[in-house]
């Protein structure tokens, strides 16, 4: 597809055809124009992915599973290949221990061993905070990204220490970069 209104007033001197990662073939001219990025209304948000729910957010929203996707799975690849004009990354975290580990104060009182599926609400035993353990693992998620590389490089600080010194270093860590902002 052709915009011709999109080139109007436009110089170009040269130009080419290139065939992308989805098989499409485009006509590349360069040309200048000036670019508008719509920032996201949020700066970090945790994702927790799950099957009750397909996602849970450190802000507590859940989309709920469901096969709502499948009619759009194509394009839904076509538009990764393609890349999402936000500014934004994506950071992989190790998930160990997100669902246990209290997002409050980093204590290890979730629920463990074989029923742990099952327990949807939990209370943390050190601070009483009570925890949906989706939106739990959700803020840990988030907390884990924003934390610096341990010291063997392939997995977050939050799994690499004891939680409390990593909730304290991370913590003062975060409140230093504010400070300075």
Known sequence: MFEQELLEGVKWKSGCFAQDSVGDWWLCLPVEAAVSRTPAPKEDVGLDLGLRETVATSDGDKLEAGQFYRSIEQKIANAQRRGQQA???????????????????????????????????????????????????????????????????????????????????????????????
């Open 87 to 181: 500014g934004r990354c994506v950071q992989i975290v190790n998930e160990r221990n997100t669902t246990r580990a209290c997002s409050s104060c980093r204590a290890l009182t979730g629920p463990s061993g074989l029923d742990m599926l099952d327990v949807r609400i939990w209370v943390c035993r050190e601070c009483g905070v009570t925890h949906d353990r989706d939106v739990n693992a959700a803020r840990n998620i988030l907390f884990a990204g924003r934390c610096p590389l341990s010291i063997v490089g392939n997995e977050s600080s939050l799994s690499a220490a004891p939680p409390s010194q990593t909730s304290r270093r991370c913590e003062a860590e975060n409140s230093a970069l504010k400070a300075v902002a």
